[in-house]
């Protein structure tokens, strides 16, 4: 939501924590955590932030 409104700075700080929570409590590989980085590695992309969106992507697969 925080994205759509270009309150990025604000997005990013929530996607960061759900993501380490995530990893933490299901797993890298589960399907919410995979998730989760999808959402931020498209949230970087409309942000112009190529090089990291592409990162958080290699990861994932």
Partial sequence: ???DQGR???AEALYLEALEGRARILGE???AT???RN???DMYE???RHAEAERLRVEDE
């Fill in 29 to 31: 590989d589960h399907q």
């Fill in 34 to 36: 995979l998730r989760t």
């Fill in 8 to 10: 990025y700075d604000e």
């Fill in 39 to 41: 959402h931020l590695a």
């Fill in 1 to 3: 939501m925080y994205a």
């Fill in 46 to 48: 409309r942000q112009g």
